[in-house]
């Protein structure tokens, strides 16, 4: 019953309360966060993400952005990451050392 409860605790808090509210209220496709922070929110209430590279930072190295949007929105968020690839171009492909 606890468990029970805390599932549906996130379902209100993290789904319909955060993820769902605004992607209405804006009437948006998906909502983009810096890093990883989204993808644990997601993964809570079974939302879908996606995480694609953004650039590069001195010192840090990789930096990524993650999309979220409805449950079962895997297509359009596949779209919407393969958009923002192509537009942005910052993905660079590893470079390995071969003797």
């Known amino acids: 019953r606890e468990y ?3 599932r549906m605790q996130d379902e209100r808090v993290c789904g319909e309360e955060s993820i769902d509210r605004a992607l209405d209220e804006y009437g948006l496709d998906a909502l983009v ?14 939302y879908a993400s996606i995480t694609v590279p953004a650039g ?16 079962f929105d895997e297509p359009g968020l596949i779209r919407l990451a393969y958009a923002y690839e192509q537009a942005s171009k910052v993905r660079k492909p590893p470079v390995f050392d071969v003797e």
């Not at 810096?34 to 079974?46: F, L, S």
């Open 33 to 46: 966060y810096p890093n990883y922070y989204a993808q644990t929110v997601a993964a809570r209430v079974g």
């Open 56 to 71: 590069y930072s001195s010192g840090i190295g990789p930096v990524s952005i993650t999309f979220v949007g409805r449950k």
């Open 4 to 6: 029970f409860n805390s």
